[in-house]
């Protein structure tokens, strides 16, 4: 991993592929020892676009059956959240009845996930859970448990791995963060 530019800014390695690799078997063995052999079948709900190659990876480890339904939010506008929650895609499938694990790909202020928890609701999900591969406590102040949670890191913006920088660094295996 080296440095690298996305239009106007560098962004240096933080976190490997390996280490994600790692993250991702972690939860994904909490996630399993919650669900496998328990009869349920969740819905895994795919916050697009960041959450994607998460989600996925999650997927493709855990040993029970799960049904994907996406919905498409933001609240960022180039580096810096607006503090408004936008829905352009709203939920693919229902809900209503349903185990639901939201997948985010990261979680700072927490405003997404307190509009999604409380659309989830509305819509008669049985029971919501939040899982995170990373997550920001320096400014997540929501009373809103997250139940499964990859690695917590600073306060500071970061790309790859689903997450980006004016929808670019997506593609990125690791994790990049912004060079101050």
Do not use: W
Not at 10 to 35: G, H, K, Q, T
Not at 73 to 89: E, F, R
Request: glycine share 8%; charged share 25%.
């Amino acid at each position: 991993m080296e440095k690298i530019q996305l239009h106007d800014k560098f962004f240096v390695p933080y976190i490997s592929n390996n280490e994600l690799e790692s993250i991702i078997d972690e939860v994904a063995d909490r996630i399993n020892r919650d669900f496998e052999d328990k009869g349920i079948v969740p819905i895994f709900l795919c916050v697009l676009n960041g959450a994607l190659m998460f989600t996925a990876a999650i997927m493709k480890r855990v040993h029970f059956d799960a049904e994907l339904v996406s919905i498409k939010m933001s609240s960022y506008a180039g580096t810096s959240s607006t503090g408004t929650v936008l829905i352009p895609l709203g939920l693919t499938g229902p809900v209503a009845g349903r185990h639901v694990i939201i997948f985010e790909d990261i979680v700072d202020t927490g405003n997404t996930i307190v509009a999604l928890k409380e659309l989830l609701f509305s819509k008669g999900a049985a029971d919501v859970r939040i899982c995170t591969m990373l997550s920001k406590p320096e400014v997540y102040h929501k009373p809103d448990k997250l139940d499964y949670v990859g690695k917590e890191i600073p306060n500071r913006f970061i790309v790859g791995y689903g997450l980006d920088y004016n929808e670019l660094g997506r593609n990125l295996d690791g994790i990049y963060i912004i060079e101050q």
